[in-house]
């Protein structure tokens, strides 16, 4: 990526919910850089009306705005070839995503996005994974809060089992156990691909404990540790926490990770289980999954208010051989407020140079930023933090 290109960065689905709070995020991180960015989509109007609500300092910080579509290839090749990092927010992946994939890997330009749909992360993985190696480009899907905290909490963690065991490390088998508790909204974009997900049905996939990676039984449990009971959480995190795994040499001898829901109380846990199995047993009818999601329209999402009444808090509980390390990752809003900075301070981390050296292919956020991207996270309110178990 030596040759010159006018664009240090373009956001594209800019005009959408969650990108034009990306694009708020960009705005106020750029802010008297002096990088050239642009922000792409399909109505330049509505463009126009995203950049003239973003905080612009100087007049050099104002973004471009380009005329792309998701089905015109030629137009998302000319994105691809006009800078050194994009942004995606346009979804669902699984149906729009492939065509910019294959742009920003012709053109040697680094490509993240929000996606959480399992079939097409694996997708991509199986079908760009060489291809993105042999150019020197990072594809990194899942860059928000699905699997940004669960990724790099466990990175994280990890960093307290090192220290604390040294080269034992390698030969331990290690068991981290992830609880989420969440209070938020689905916009419309993130309930389409939340549909497209539980559709594919991928989450299901379980991996043999005998494997040097492998998923944590899935039943129901209580930790006393958390005082919560915990359910099977059927998201992406899980497999992209295990993917890094496979990636890096240093989570132990075996690693397993499970990801769960967390609740104070049993039963209502148990409720929203069935609504969600019902849910998944629903959209398996396409005709079912179009009415679903025509409730909830794209573009339409939580307003300011309700964004900032959202909360997450990401317990992670690491085990081995009887001795315990705890760890919990905590922000306001996730889907978008904590979302929309995550994906914005990781495009800048390798538009800088800053991630993990060397890191082609498709990766994971643990893979391509390491803990790099931790302060940058924390300044935004995202804050890692390690709890001595009691």
């Known amino acids: 990526m030596t040759q010159a290109r006018p664009y240090d960065l373009i956001l594209y689905g800019a005009s959408g919910y969650t990108g034009a709070l990306v694009a708020e995020a960009l705005a106020q991180a750029l802010a008297g850089s002096g990088r050239r960015w642009a922000l792409a989509g399909r109505h330049l109007e509505k463009l126009e009306r995203v950049r003239s609500q973003l905080f612009l300092p100087a007049v050099g910080d104002m973004p471009d705005l380009l005329h792309a579509d998701s089905h015109d290839e030629p137009s998302l090749q000319a994105l691809a070839r006009r800078c050194r990092v994009l942004v995606n ?10 065509g910019l994939i294959r742009a920003c890997i012709g053109h ?7 996606c959480a749909e399992p079939a097409h992360v694996d997708h991509v993985r199986r ?16 860059c928000g809060f699905e699997s ?7 990175l994280y963690l ?7 065991c040294g080269k034992q490390l390698a030969r331990m088998r290690l068991e981290v156990f992830a609880g989420i508790e969440a209070g938020g909204k689905l916009s419309g974009g993130s309930w389409a691909s939340l549909l497209q997900s539980l559709a594919a049905g991928d989450w299901r996939r379980r991996h ?13 449990r209580y930790v006393p540790a958390l005082q ?6 059927p998201s992406i995190d899980g497999e992209v926490v295990r993917q890094s795994a496979r990636l890096r040499a240093d989570y132990g001898g075996q690693f397993g990770y499970g990801h769960f829901v967390l609740g104070k109380r049993w039963l209502p846990l148990m409720a929203n289980a069935a609504v969600w199995a019902g849910l998944a047993a629903a959209v398996q009818v396409p005709a079912v999954r179009r009415y679903l999601q025509e409730r909830r329209p794209r573009g339409l999402g939580p307003d300011a208010e309700e964004r900032a009444r959202s909360w997450f808090r990401l317990s992670l509980l690491a085990e081995s051989g009887g ?22 301070q990781a495009a800048l981390l390798l538009l800088r140079g800053e991630g993990v050296p060397g890191a082609y292919g498709v990766l994971t956020p643990a893979t391509a930023l390491g803990l790099a991207l931790l302060p940058h996270l924390e300044r935004a309110g995202i804050v890692f933090s390690r709890i001595v178990p009691v």
């Open 108 to 114: 040697g330009c680094h490509y993240l996005d929000l």
């Open 323 to 344: 001795r315990c390390w705890r760890a919990e990752v905590q922000g306001g809003d996730p889907g978008y407020a904590a979302s929309s900075h995550m994906l914005a």
């Open 148 to 154: 940004v905290p669960a990724d790099l909490g466990v």
């Open 89 to 98: 927010t346009v979804g669902p992946y699984a149906e729009l995503g492939d």
């Open 228 to 233: 919560r009971w915990a359910l099977p959480l």
């Open 158 to 164: 990890l960093e307290q089992v090192r220290a604390d």
């Open 208 to 220: 043999s404990s005998q494997s040097r990676v492998y998923a944590l039984s899935a039943h129901p």
């Open 127 to 142: 079908h760009w994974h060489q291809l993105a190696l042999k150019k020197k480009t990072c594809v990194l899907p899942c």
